[in-house]
């Protein structure tokens, strides 16, 4: 089974410009989540999907991040324009509910996108 | 809010020497919680999880964490640690639901000497 795949690894920006983010979860993964893992800390949500719909996205600076998920399979994230905090690695994970509904309560977690805003 | 604690930012064994990293989390609701691995420049890896049941939960790799909600506390272990653990380890709380995101402690760094 295909692990979470996300592009580019890294990128490296000047301030004020905007990037993007791409992640493509295990097949058949209903919920899409990204995550802000900032140097030094754990990772902190910033939006989730249940297929192509927005569960929470309590804590994504709606003013410069934007995400989608249009067909409910792959997902990207925006931001624009950067600021100098916007370092981090940023993490895509999705989660699947078995056939039976119960919930395997797992996520799978890609490597991450490492983004230097200089 | 469920919030998670890992005490000692930086962990330091000798190679043989036991394993314990501490974590403390606070639900108000009856708690899910994990242990991840993170390697080097790669994403995190599952190593165990409670939902219910059972306390002590067996991971990969070796690795166990108990459960004791007397004590909110989560703390992972394994007897004997091996070179390869070294890596940074994070601590997480499932927030409401078992769909919610993860709530993620600020991670214990692990070096293993020889």
């Known amino acids: 089974e295909a692990g979470v795949a996300q592009s580019p690894r890294y990128k490296i920006i000047e301030k004020r410009q905007s990037v993007a983010f791409w992640c493509n979860p295990i097949?058949?993964?209903?919920?899409l989540y990204w995550y802000q893992q900032i140097l030094g800390q754990g990772p902190k949500l910033l939006i989730q999907?249940?297929?192509?719909?927005?569960?929470?996205d309590s804590q994504l600076p709606k003013d410069r991040f934007s995400a989608e998920r249009l067909k409910g399979v792959d997902s990207t994230l925006k931001i624009q324009p950067a600021k100098l905090e916007d370092s981090a690695v940023y993490l895509c994970?999705?989660?699947?509910?078995?056939?039976?509904?119960?919930?395997?309560?797992?996520?799978?977690f890609g490597a991450g996108t490492r983004l230097s805003v200089l | 809010a469920q919030s998670v604690t890992q005490l000692g930012s930086h962990v330091s064994v000798s190679e043989g020497a036991l394993v314990l990293l501490r974590c403390n989390y606070s639900?108000?609701?009856?708690?899910?919680l994990f242990w991840y691995v993170q390697y080097p420049n790669q994403g995190l890896q599952l190593l165990l999880k409670?939902?219910?049941?059972?306390?002590l939960v067996k991971g990969i790799n070796g690795f166990e964490a108990e459960f004791k909600k007397s004590e909110t506390s989560f703390h992972l272990t394994k007897p004997s640690a091996h070179m390869s653990d070294a890596a940074e380890y994070f601590c997480?709380?499932?927030?409401?639901?078992?769909?919610?995101?993860?709530?993620f402690g600020k991670g214990t760094k692990l070096s293993v000497k020889p």
């Open positions: 997480a709380v499932m927030a409401g639901g078992s769909q919610g995101n993860l709530i």
């Open positions: 999907f249940q297929n192509n719909g927005v569960v929470d």
């Open positions: 097949s058949g993964h209903a919920t």
């Open positions: 409670y939902t219910t049941g059972a306390t």
């Open positions: 639900s108000s609701v009856p708690p899910y």
């Open positions: 994970a999705s989660s699947s509910l078995t056939s039976g509904g119960v919930s395997k309560n797992i996520q799978y």
